[in-house]
């Protein structure tokens, strides 16, 4: 399965790393030089350096240049994980089998940005770690994958981030064996 990955934030970095050393087939990196607008901004090209990918960077994912990019290494998925912008219907229609994406919530509830942050400000005792199918609206796709995890009374936004990380790449591992075996279930977000 030939994977476009996209991202610019730590846990994009994470998760690629672990992708990049269980041999995951990685044919091209999007990421951001920079960016004034993530807090936890992470840059991935130094990944796409030391395994040799292919990478991108660019201000929008919506960009010609991105859009002919990513056509012509053909994947068969993009992963998108830490980018916050909405992909629009060309991007969404590159790989044959979709565009998988993440979001730390109970999805339908608390979606958007800050999800952590919100997660604490509203005195939340859960949340959980979603992995959906990605479509035109803001983190509203069918939901691939999703474990609540409790948030302690003493958690920082550091803990639940660290925490959550940990749990999203234990499921990225059983996501993408369902993938190869043609076993993806989706499930409808509920309404809420």
Request: hydrophobic content about 40%; overall charge positive; glycine content about 6%.
């Amino acid at each position: 399965m030939k994977i476009i990955y996209i991202g610019t934030v730590q846990f994009s970095y994470k998760i690629l790393e672990k992708l990049l050393k269980s041999n995951a087939n990685i044919v091209g990196i999007c990421t951001k030089k920079q960016s004034l607008f993530n807090a936890d901004y992470r840059d991935l090209k130094p990944l796409a350096d030391k395994y040799k990918i292919p990478s991108l960077y660019t201000k929008s994912i919506n960009d010609k240049k991105v859009i002919t990019w990513a056509r012509d290494l053909n994947p068969d998925m993009i992963f998108c994980f830490g980018w916050s912008e909405i992909l629009k219907k060309e991007v969404l229609e590159i790989p044959l089998n979709g565009v998988l994406g993440y979001h730390p919530t109970i999805l339908p509830q608390n979606k958007g940005r800050h999800p952590i942050i919100w997660s604490l400000v509203l005195g939340l005792n859960k949340t959980a770690s979603t992995f959906i199918m990605l479509d035109s609206g803001i983190d509203t796709g069918k939901i691939v994958d999703q474990k609540i995890i409790r948030i302690h009374s003493t958690d920082t936004s550091k803990d639940l981030y660290d925490r959550l990380t940990n749990i999203a790449w234990k499921q990225m591992k059983q996501i993408i064996k369902k993938i190869q075996n043609d076993k993806l279930n989706l499930i409808d977000q509920k309404k809420g």
